[in-house]
């Protein structure tokens, strides 16, 4: 009798080895491409405090930083329209075409960021160019993000969704990363006033490669195998949108993913990664070199936890890998940033601790936006720019550091009060705990982990197959452009309304509650749900 054929086995390997060469592509494919996008969105967050002064009127720094960070989040702002555009085409027209219009875009208007003439140059014109590129850089994310994760989900192994799905969530921390690489690279080779002239154009017009890159990666893609099933059977659906504010179990899940999950994720990511950058150079006084390169290592560390979080995910379910982000997220995000100054500026949270600043006076209600009216507004001003914590009172015109008291409006008098009392200008390096700075990093970190490594797997398992891109994309670009997108600005905005550069925080703090209380409510447990229902 003669030995069994082998064929079968053999067929069934070249199968296996065929699946796996095809998720290798679609993970290269869209990883890729969402490098490209948040590479291209970041760096203008790093840059962010630059534009201020070359985009914007130089009279007033304070206005000047809020109007850009304020124009970063315009492109976050419009990202849920993005979605519902991008969102509805790819649920009824399939992944792969939405792909490759959403990276054009943002690859040709983040290239012509890198073109633009300043306000030094061109005025008022220059602002709002820039703005116009900020919201088509928007709109292509709004696209990207979340049918990137549908896309990535549908081809992924059913067992290990969290771990196959993680990595695509690295690409905007490696994003960062390598916009930060380059930005420390340059500032290092370049003088300040050549990287103020022309040296930070550089990582916007390089992105024009990377787009080249991209382009050719997802050329080579298939559609999503469950978008396929879903064509022949002829069940796509014709209105998504539609659909999805209908269909009450769905729009349910829709608005658990906006308050929940990706409002936790975004929080946490502009808290951890973009705001940390701004905190550390102008509260803490640190250089940007220092500054940067902190944020950095906390950033590397990222990537392993990210996968291990996706992992452990696939091991104990997703809602208990969130819930745990969500927690510690609230909890810590105060205590950090209390911690960064400490530890970053001793002197200056010394000062902050000893010496009391109280400015009098009447009609004090400085508005970023509206300019100082009057002596008492000019002083709250002042005190933004410096970053002094300081308590206000009515009364006449004064400001009294420590014991002693200025009458009346004399700016340079203030400043030379404060140097008196013990107040720095910059962080002394030498009492500068690196290490301590990098743990209280770290503890952000572990907490955007949690959410990040199980969440590219939840957002697709939430949602029906005919719906799933826009019932992803909306609204967890709302929540990203409207919630995350904003909490730079929202928090410098407070903190000079307040009085109190770590005053704004209160904002993440309270979101990242809400957030978690919404989580031990109604996050249900979908690890391992079928794709295709």
Same mark, same amino acid.
């Given at each position: 009798?003669?030995?069994?054929?082998?064929l079968?086995?053999?067929?069934?390997?070249?199968?296996?080895?065929?699946?796996?060469?095809?998720?290798r592509?679609? /993970? =290269?494919?869209?990883?890729?491409?969402?490098?490209?996008?948040?590479?291209?969105?970041?760096?203008?967050?790093?840059?962010?405090t !630059?534009?201020?002064?070359?985009?914007?009127?130089?009279?007033?720094?304070?206005?000047?930083?809020?109007?850009?960070?304020?124009?970063?989040?315009?492109?976050?702002?419009?990202?849920?329209?993005?979605?519902?555009?991008?969102? $509805?085409?790819?649920?009824?027209?399939?992944?792969? /075409? =939405?792909?490759?219009?959403? %990276?054009?875009?943002?690859?040709?208007?983040?290239?012509c960021?890198?073109?633009?003439?300043?306000? &030094?140059?061109?005025?008022l014109?220059?602002?709002?160019?820039?703005?116009?590129?900020?919201?088509?850089?928007?709109?292509?994310v709004?696209?990207? %993000?979340?049918?990137?994760?549908v896309?990535?989900?549908?081809?992924a192994?059913?067992?290990?969704?969290?771990?196959?799905?993680?990595?695509?969530?690295?690409?905007?921390?490696l994003?960062?990363?390598?916009?930060t690489?380059?930005i420390?690279?340059?500032?290092?080779?370049?003088?300040?006033?050549e990287?103020?002239?022309?040296?930070?154009?550089?990582?916007?017009?390089?992105?024009?490669?990377l787009? /080249?890159?991209? %382009?050719?990666?997802?050329?080579?893609?298939?559609e999503?195998?469950?978008?396929?099933?879903?064509?022949?059977?002829?069940?796509?659906?014709?209105?998504?949108?539609?659909?999805c504010?209908?269909?009450?179990?769905?729009?349910?899940?829709?608005g658990?993913?906006?308050? @929940?999950?990706?409002?936790?994720?975004?929080?946490?990511?502009?808290?951890?990664?973009?705001?940390?950058? =701004?905190?550390?150079?102008?509260?803490i006084?640190?250089?940007?070199?220092?500054?940067?390169?902190?944020?950095m290592?906390?950033?590397?560390?990222?990537?392993?936890?990210?996968?291990? @979080?996706?992992?452990l995910?696939?091991?104990?379910?997703?809602?208990?890998?969130?819930l745990?982000?969500?927690?510690?997220?609230?909890?810590?995000?105060?205590?950090?940033?209390?911690?960064?100054?400490? !530890?970053?500026?001793?002197?200056?949270?010394?000062?902050?601790?000893?010496?009391?600043?109280?400015? $009098?006076?009447?009609?004090?209600?400085?508005?970023?936006?509206?300019?100082?009216?009057?002596?008492?507004?000019r !002083?709250?001003?002042?005190?933004?720019?410096?970053g002094?914590?300081?308590?206000r009172?009515?009364?006449?015109? &004064?400001?009294?550091?420590?014991g002693?008291?200025?009458?009346?409006y004399?700016p340079e008098? *203030?400043?030379?009060?404060?140097?008196?009392?013990?107040?720095?200008?910059?962080?002394d390096?030498?009492?500068?705990?690196?290490?301590?700075?990098v743990?209280?990093?770290?503890?952000? *970190? =572990?907490?955007?982990? @949690?959410?990040?490594?199980?969440?590219?797997?939840?957002?697709?398992?939430?949602?029906?197959?005919?719906?799933? !891109?826009?019932?992803?994309?909306?609204?967890?670009?709302?929540?990203?452009?409207?919630?995350?997108?904003?909490?730079?600005?929202?928090?410098?905005?407070? $903190?000079?309304?307040?009085?109190?550069?770590?005053?704004?925080?209160?904002?993440?703090?309270?979101?990242?509650?809400?957030?978690?209380?919404?989580?031990?409510?109604?996050?249900?447990?979908?690890?391992n749900?079928?794709?295709?229902?």
């Open positions: 009798m003669s030995a069994p054929i082998s079968p086995d053999d067929a069934a390997a070249d199968a296996a080895d065929q699946a796996h060469g095809v998720q592509k679609v /993970a =290269v494919a869209a990883c890729f491409g969402t490098f490209l996008e948040w590479y291209d969105f970041l760096t203008f967050a790093s840059l962010a !630059y534009f201020s002064t070359l985009f914007f009127p130089p009279e007033d720094p304070v206005t000047a930083l809020l109007a850009s960070l304020g124009t970063f989040g315009v492109g976050m702002v419009v990202r849920p329209l993005g979605a519902a555009l991008f969102g $509805s085409l790819g649920d009824r027209y399939g992944r792969r /075409a =939405v792909f490759l219009a959403t %990276i054009v875009l943002m690859g040709l208007s983040t290239f960021v890198g073109l633009l003439p300043t306000y &030094a140059q061109i005025g014109a220059a602002p709002l160019l820039l703005l116009v590129l900020r919201m088509l850089q928007g709109l292509s709004g696209g990207e %993000i979340g049918g990137a994760a896309y990535l989900t549908e081809h192994p059913a067992q290990n969704r969290g771990a196959y799905t993680s990595v695509l969530q690295l690409m905007g921390p994003g960062m990363l390598a916009s690489l380059q420390v690279a340059l500032q290092a080779f370049l003088s300040d006033a990287f103020r002239e022309w040296g930070w154009r550089v990582p916007f017009l390089i992105s024009i490669g787009l /080249a890159i991209s %382009i050719k990666s997802r050329l080579n893609l298939h999503s195998p469950v978008f396929r099933q879903l064509r022949a059977q002829n069940a796509i659906a014709k209105a998504p949108l539609r659909e504010f209908r269909d009450r179990h769905t729009l349910g899940r829709m658990l993913l906006f308050f @929940c999950i990706s409002s936790g994720g975004s929080l946490l990511f502009f808290s951890s990664q973009v705001y940390t950058t =701004v905190f550390l150079k102008n509260v006084k640190l250089d940007a070199q220092t500054a940067s390169g902190l944020v290592v906390a950033t590397i560390v990222l990537f392993p936890l990210t996968i291990l @979080c996706g992992w995910s696939d091991r104990i379910g997703r809602r208990p890998v969130l745990a982000g969500l927690v510690l997220g609230a909890l810590a995000v105060l205590p950090v940033f209390h911690g960064l100054l400490a !530890y970053g500026n001793p002197a200056l949270e010394r000062f902050n601790r000893e010496v009391p600043v109280v400015l $009098s006076g009447q009609e004090c209600r400085y508005d970023p936006f509206g300019g100082s009216r009057n002596d008492c507004e !002083y709250q001003e002042l005190f933004a720019r410096l002094v914590l300081h308590q009172t009515e009364g006449g015109l &004064a400001v009294r550091v420590g002693q008291v200025i009458e009346g004399q008098a *203030v400043k030379l009060a404060l140097a008196a009392a013990g107040r720095p200008e910059q962080a390096p030498a009492t500068v705990d690196r290490p301590m700075l743990a209280l990093l770290l503890v952000l *970190v =572990v907490a955007l982990a @949690c959410i990040t490594g199980p969440q590219t797997a939840t957002l697709a398992e939430l949602f029906p197959a005919r719906t799933r !891109y826009s019932a992803v994309a909306l609204p967890h670009n709302l929540a990203a452009g409207w919630i995350g997108g904003l909490s730079p600005f929202m928090v410098t905005w407070l $903190s000079v309304r307040s009085g109190d550069a770590l005053g704004g925080l209160w904002y993440p703090a309270g979101l990242l509650l809400l957030a978690t209380v919404v989580g031990l409510l109604f996050l249900p447990e979908v690890r749900r079928p794709l295709a229902d």
